[in-house]
């Protein structure tokens, strides 16, 4: 049994259970029942208020409680070091090694055990300078991995620096208040690659999130490692210990879409994002996320991004009653550099194919109910952006050579998705 809490207080018990599979096998379901005296305020989800009733899940976890599990190299990494004590590994299994350490406010324990997120201390001056001597991935995977609640098939892990300050929240007066000593949980997000397969992924990431800063997007604090191997971001879920709870509510669309992650790439840009995010925004700011919504979409349709999927959005909060805003932008990479053939994570209009500019104007006007004029500053903004940033990308690929061949390819694309889908 692994117990469940929210906001650093017990909400819950997940457990096992028996049940049937709709082929008529049997499977290891779940079931998550809230204790008797949890109020509504510890709710795990937006999508699972307090209730009598338990939550029932066959075959697996409920969509907010396998958000987090990693995937990949990282999930591998676990299994391999965890499945011989427990015979077996399933979800159920992950979620309780790396449990303990997780983006938002859910954690886990074992059943008699109190909550413990602790990670051991790294500094991120040493990732970003380069100094493990290109052995960075083994040994950040080796040392973080049983800790690293974080989804995604790109490798990456939760790490804690000493010297860390609280930035969820960059224009506030207090934004350079410095976490208590106390704290132990994670700080940051270390996003690395395999050479062999994503060769200079993290170095793309960085100029699709300069990308994302030129639009005007909300994003979290990043860097890039002096050798291009890693991507350093400031957790954008933390607060400040000073405002009571550390961690703030963050819940991926699978989630909202009641989706599994298997069924990541299952949905359309219409209804399982600008709709469903609607559906739970609970904000007076809901329009200006909603054209920062779809300045994502369309900036991720222009970088040729097809890796956009449900989990790659999210929502953010601070109370699960409350008010819930657009989470700061993640994951955006030009993913046809490695896949020429790549499409849209999920359809618009119908389809995945990129859309044209035509497209994405008529998605704007009727999903953010923008006026063209609107919508035309929008994609044109997203494309002087783009154009602004090649430069800088140019600069990086002269003094960086093993990166030229990548800036190369990302410019074409770049240049195919600013013509077709923001000029077209």
Same mark, same amino acid.
């Given at each position: 049994?692994?117990? /469940?809490?929210?906001?650093?207080?017990?909400?819950?018990?997940?457990?096992?259970?028996?049940s049937?599979?709709?082929?008529?096998?049997?499977?290891?379901?779940?079931?998550?029942?809230?204790l008797?005296?949890a109020?509504?305020?510890?709710?795990?989800?937006?999508?699972?208020?307090?209730?009598?009733?338990?939550?029932?899940?066959?075959?697996?976890?409920?969509?907010?409680?396998?958000?987090?599990?990693?995937?990949?190299?990282?999930?591998? %990494?676990?299994?391999?070091?965890f499945?011989?004590?427990?015979?077996?590994?399933?979800?159920?299994?992950?979620?309780?090694?790396?449990?303990?350490?997780?983006?938002? =406010?859910?954690r886990?324990?074992?059943a008699?055990?109190?909550?413990?997120?602790?990670?051991?201390?790294?500094?991120?001056?040493?990732?970003?300078?380069? =100094?493990?001597?290109?052995?960075?991935?083994?040994?950040?995977?080796?040392r973080?991995?049983?800790?690293?609640?974080?989804?995604?098939?790109?490798?990456?892990?939760?790490? =804690?620096d000493?010297? $860390?300050? $609280?930035?969820?929240?960059?224009?506030?007066?207090n934004?350079?208040?410095?976490?208590?000593?106390?704290?132990?949980?994670?700080?940051?997000?270390?996003?690395?690659?395999?050479?062999?397969?994503?060769?200079?992924?993290? &170095?793309?990431?960085?100029?699709?999130?300069? /990308?994302?800063?030129?639009?005007?997007?909300?994003?979290? /604090?990043?860097?890039? &490692?002096?050798?291009g191997?890693?991507?350093?971001?400031?957790?954008?879920?933390? %607060?400040?210990?000073?405002?009571?709870?550390?961690?703030r509510g963050?819940?991926?669309?699978?989630?909202?879409n009641?989706?599994?992650?298997?069924?990541?790439?299952?949905?359309?840009y219409?209804?399982?994002?600008?709709?469903?995010?609607?559906?739970?925004?609970?904000?007076?700011?809901?329009?200006?996320?909603?054209?920062?919504?779809?300045?994502?979409? &369309?900036?991720?349709?222009?970088?040729?991004?097809?890796?956009?999927?449900?989990?790659?959005?999210?929502?953010?909060?601070?109370?699960?009653?409350?008010?819930? %805003?657009?989470?700061?932008?993640?994951?955006?990479?030009?993913?046809?550099?490695?896949?020429?053939?790549?499409r849209?994570?999920?359809?618009?209009?119908?389809?995945?194919?990129?859309?044209?500019?035509?497209?994405?104007?008529?998605?704007?006007?009727k999903?953010?109910?923008?006026?063209?004029?609107?919508?035309?500053?929008?994609?044109?903004?997203?494309?002087?952006?783009?154009a &602004?940033?090649?430069?800088?990308?140019?600069?990086?690929?002269?003094?960086?050579?093993?990166?030229?061949?990548?800036?190369? =390819?990302?410019?074409?694309?770049?240049?195919?998705?600013?013509?077709?889908?923001?000029?077209?």
């Open positions: 049994m692994i117990k /469940v809490w929210s906001d650093g207080r017990a909400a819950g018990t997940l457990d096992r259970m028996p049937r599979a709709r082929n008529g096998s049997q499977e290891r379901g779940t079931v998550f029942a809230y008797p005296d109020s509504q305020e510890r709710a795990i989800s937006v999508t699972m208020p307090v209730r009598l009733q338990s939550w029932d899940t066959a075959g697996g976890l409920a969509p907010i409680l396998e958000m987090n599990l990693p995937e990949g190299a990282l999930r591998e %990494r676990v299994r391999l070091a499945a011989k004590a427990t015979g077996s590994f399933d979800d159920f299994d992950l979620l309780s090694v790396v449990g303990r350490s997780q983006m938002g =406010r859910v886990y324990s074992g008699d055990d109190q909550l413990d997120d602790g990670v051991p201390f790294q500094s991120v001056d040493e990732i970003l300078a380069g =100094r493990r001597d290109g052995d960075l991935f083994r040994y950040l995977m080796d973080f991995a049983a800790g690293s609640g974080i989804s995604g098939v790109q490798p990456k892990v939760l790490i =804690r000493d010297q $860390a300050f $609280a930035l969820s929240n960059p224009g506030s007066a934004a350079k208040q410095r976490l208590s000593l106390s704290y132990r949980g994670a700080t940051h997000i270390v996003k690395l690659w395999n050479p062999d397969e994503f060769p200079q992924l993290a &170095a793309n990431e960085f100029f699709c999130l300069e /990308v994302a800063r030129r639009c005007g997007l909300h994003l979290p /604090v990043y860097r890039l &490692a002096e050798d191997l890693a991507l350093v971001i400031d957790r954008f879920d933390l %607060r400040l210990e000073g405002e009571g709870r550390i961690y963050l819940e991926d669309f699978c989630v909202l009641a989706r599994r992650t298997d069924e990541k790439y299952r949905g359309s219409e209804t399982s994002i600008m709709n469903r995010f609607q559906q739970f925004s609970n904000s007076p700011h809901v329009f200006e996320d909603l054209e920062n919504l779809f300045t994502l979409v &369309a900036l991720n349709c222009a970088l040729r991004n097809g890796d956009a999927h449900l989990k790659n959005f999210a929502i953010l909060y601070d109370d699960v009653l409350g008010e819930a %805003r657009l989470s700061p932008v993640y994951d955006v990479v030009t993913t046809t550099v490695y896949l020429p053939q790549d849209m994570a999920l359809t618009m209009d119908g389809s995945t194919h990129w859309p044209h500019a035509k497209t994405l104007r008529a998605f704007g006007e999903r953010m109910m923008g006026s063209p004029a609107q919508i035309r500053q929008i994609l044109e903004r997203i494309a002087d952006a783009i &602004a940033t090649a430069i800088e990308l140019q600069s990086y690929a002269r003094e960086h050579p093993a990166f030229a061949p990548v800036a190369e =390819r990302m410019l074409k694309e770049w240049e195919a998705g600013r013509r077709q889908s923001l000029l077209g």
